[in-house]
């Protein structure tokens, strides 16, 4: 993947009323969530969990962590509860094969890099349990992720900006939780990485972030139609996974948030694409939307990865992508024609921005695309 496209980029991930889901819940549940919301230093997560409590130095000591703590404050928005990292198993040497030989149905929801020479993707029903896959993408070494609390799905080098690319970080999931974000960990220094934008928050790296590689979630329909030959990653050994509780498909369409769960928003459920710091849209709309220097692609036929009653998908909610509108230097606007995207020189694209000539709108990394609990307050 060029620079370019690191730098521009991101995700679109259209499964937000979706992500309540599946959410780390173990402990007895006593202990109230507005206490628990309160820390020494008097600040306030912005998402609560019961079950869960303000971390600690000596906390996170019994726990087994020998991460570096200069600044206790820094923990002040890091929850723990019973659920350890042990409890989390990455999947790891996954196979793939092609999306129009895949057994999974269409509306699946499944995260994708669009790779100079390849496309990978990874179904989000094998990773609701797991979170963290350890693959790769065009040789260069990379974890696909996703919080099940927050519903952001994120795609990392095993590397930080500003180190060369022999470095490969041991990634894996902590358990622990900021701001209702999964915090990852490095195997090395035990530093916790926010998933969302992988900015190291505790710890010996402290401060530094990950390369982040441009990527979105749309559905396994949608990818097939744009790339038959897309690499998908078919479903891992059995292996333990943590003891959470899970609500339902229809749990997830209604929109309401469980008991447990306290956050400080307005409609906490709804899914929401923030284009910057003052630009938030809705994950449904119109299949294609100019917004500024943007251009925004929807798919609405995926579903929320929550099973429905059946154990099937669940409800469908909407899928989406960032890009940038211009080609070759211009600005261009992009609509639907006859079924197609289309832009104003009459060139067709893909819901992944290619075209036939061999073109690629890049995607955009400073988009966000997740639940309106996230905040984004960064």
């Known amino acids: 993947m060029t620079d370019g496209r690191r730098v521009v980029a991101l995700v679109g991930v259209g499964l937000a009323l979706a992500v309540m889901a599946w959410v780390i819940l173990r402990g007895d549940g006593s202990e109230d969530a507005g206490d628990a919301a309160k ?57 793939h094969a092609r999306a129009d030989e895949t057994d999974l149905a269409p509306e699946e929801p499944v995260l994708i890099v669009r790779g100079e020479t390849e496309v990978r993707a990874w179904p989000l029903v094998w990773l609701l349990e797991r979170e963290l896959v350890v693959d790769e993408v065009d040789g260069i070494p990379l974890v696909a992720t996703f919080c099940s609390v927050c519903g952001t799905s994120r795609v990392w080098e095993r590397r930080t900006e500003g180190t060369e690319s022999g470095e490969t970080l041991e990634l894996r999931v902590s358990g622990l939780l900021m701001d209702g974000n999964s915090l990852l960990y490095d195997e090395a220094t035990e530093t916790l990485w926010r998933q969302d934008d992988g900015v190291a928050v505790v710890g010996a790296r402290a401060g530094e972030r990950l390369v982040e590689v441009p990527s979105f979630v749309l559905s396994l329909g949608a990818l097939r139609g744009a790339r038959a030959d897309a690499l998908v990653m078919q479903a891992p050994a059995p292996d333990r996974v943590p003891g959470v509780q899970m609500i339902s498909g229809e749990d997830v369409e209604a929109g309401i948030p469980p008991e447990w769960l306290q956050v400080a928003c307005e409609r906490p459920l709804e899914s929401v694409i923030r284009l910057d710091e003052t ?4 994950v449904t709309g119109p299949v294609v939307e100019n917004i500024g220097e943007w251009v925004i692609f929807r798919d609405s036929t995926m579903a929320s990865p929550f099973r429905g009653a059946q154990g099937g998908p669940g409800p469908r909610v909407g899928g989406a992508v960032v890009f940038g509108r211009r080609v070759e230097g211009r600005l261009g606007e992009l609509s639907v024609r006859e079924g197609e995207i289309v832009d104003d020189q009459g060139r067709a694209w893909s819901i992944l921005g290619e075209n036939k000539a061999g073109s690629s709108l890049s995607e955009r990394t400073q988009a966000r695309v997740g639940l309106r609990l996230a905040g984004w307050p960064r």
């Open 279 to 282: 630009t938030v849209v809705p």
């Open 39 to 95: 820390t020494a230093g008097g600040e306030r997560s912005s998402v609560e969990l019961r079950g869960y409590e303000p971390a600690t130095p000596a906390l996170l000591a019994a726990a087994g962590w020998r991460t570096e703590i200069a600044v206790p404050a820094a923990l002040a928005r890091v929850r723990i509860s019973s659920v350890s990292r042990d409890d989390f198993v990455p999947i790891r040497d996954p196979l």
